[in-house]
C-alpha cells in the first residue's frame, strides 16, 4: 500500500472553499495518528475557473485530477455564472470532470443517526436507524445524450436533450448496486420509467437479465420513479440499495438527504475510473458563503468514503466515528440547529470532528 496520496483540491465555488478547509484540517490530522502522507494540489473549478482561465474545467486541471490518487471537491456554481450557456456554466466543468475521470457511478448513503431523528421532516419514528444507499449512475442519460440542441423563434422554438443508455452502461453501474448490496442488506431496488420510457424498458431488462445471470442470491425489486418519490417520504426504510440512472438518482438522492434533517449531511463518491471524486451532494450555497455558517459535515464525511476507496479503513472510521460524536453532543450548525442544541460555526465543527476523530483512532 502506498504511503503518500497526491489529492487534487477542486474548492470550487461559494461555500465550496472553506468546507473544503474543514475537511482538510480533518484528514491532515487523521493522517498523521494512522502514518500516512498526503500531498495536495489545489486546482480551480466551476465559476473559480471560469474566472481566472475563461473555462469551467481546464485541460491542466484535468491532467492534474488524472495524476492524483483521488478528488476531493466542494462545490460548483453560483449567481454571477448563471447567465453563462452550455459548455461555459460551472455545472459543465463538473460533468466533465466526471466524465473525463470515467466516474460512471455515484454512491449516495444516508444514514440517520438518532441524535438526528429529531431533526427530520418526517416522523423521528419513521427514520431512525435509517440506511440506505443510492447508486446513480453519473456519466450516461439525459446529461450526456446526443442530440441535444434547440431551432426555430417565437412560440415555434423548441429545445430538445437525449436520454440513452446502452446495455454495457447499465450493466456496469447495476453490477456496483449489487456488489454493494451484498455487503449490506442483500436488496436492490431499481428504479425506472418503464411504463413510459423505452430507454427505461432496456434498463429494466437489463438488470433482471444480470440479475439472473449473476446476482440471483440478492433480492431485486422495480419500481417507477413516481412511485419511488412517494415511498421515500412514506417508508424510507424499505429500502437498501437504490439503484438508478442519472437524472433519477439526481433528484432521489435529494429527496433521500433531506430525511436526515438537511442536505448538508450527504456525502457522495463518484466511482469506476483510475481516479475518484469525493463530493458533497449540497450545491455552494452562495446564501451563506464566506460567514462560516455552512455545514461542513457532508465534505468531511465525503473524506472518508475517500479513505475507504484508499483502503485506509481506520482512519475512515475514526472521521465517521468523530462526526457522530459530535452531533451527539448536539452541536449543529444553522441547517440543523434546533432548540437545545449549540450553534457551531463551521470552523469549530472541523474542529470539534478532528479533535473526536484523534480521540477515536
Ligand atoms: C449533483 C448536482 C449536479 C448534478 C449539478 C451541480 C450539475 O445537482 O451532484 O447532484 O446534477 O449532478
Ligand atoms: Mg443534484
Known sequence: MTNTYKITLLPGDGIGPEVITEAVKVLDAV???????????????GGAAIDAHNDPMPDSVIDACKASHAVLLGAVGGPKWDALTGAMRPESGLLKIRKELGAFANLRPV??????????????????????FTVRELTGGIYFGQPVGEEGEGAEKRAWNTMIYSVGEIERVARVAFDWARKRRNKVTSVDKANVLHVSRLWRDTVKTLHENEYS????????????????????????????????????????????????LLP??????????????????????????????????????????????????????????????????????REGNTLASTSELGQYVKEAALAAL
Not at 458563503?289 to 472510521?317: C, E, F, R
Request: proline share 5%.
Open 268 to 337: 457522495s463518491a463518484s466511482v469506476g475510473g483510475p481516479v475518484g471524486i469525493f463530493e458533497p451532494v449540497h450545491g455552494s450555497a452562495p446564501d451563506i458563503a464566506g460567514q462560516d455558517k455552512a455545514n461542513p459535515l457532508a465534505m468531511i464525511l465525503s473524506v472518508a468514503m475517500m479513505l475507504d476507496t484508499l483502503d485506509q479503513d481506520i482512519a475512515a472510521k475514526a472521521i465517521r466515528q468523530g462526526v457522530e460524536k459530535v452531533l451527539d453532543q448536539g452541536y449543529r450548525s444553522g441547517d440543523l440547529w
Open 217 to 264: 442470491d440478492v433480492e431485486l425489486d422495480h419500481m417507477y420513479i413516481d412511485n419511488a418519490a412517494m415511498q421515500m417520504v412514506i417508508n424510507p426504510r424499505q429500502f437498501d440499495v437504490i439503484l438508478t440512472g442519472n437524472i433519477f438518482g439526481d433528484i432521489l438522492s435529494d429527496a433521500s438527504a433531506t430525511l436526515g434533517g438537511s442536505l448538508g
Open 31 to 45: 493522517a498523521v495518528a494512522a502514518k500516512f502522507n498526503i500531498s495536495y494540489n489545489e486546482q480551480h473549478a
Open 111 to 132: 444514514t440517520v443517526p438518532n441524535s438526528l431523528a429529531e431533526n427530520s421532516p418526517l416522523r423521528p419514528e419513521a427514520v431512525s436507524g435509517l440506511d440506505l
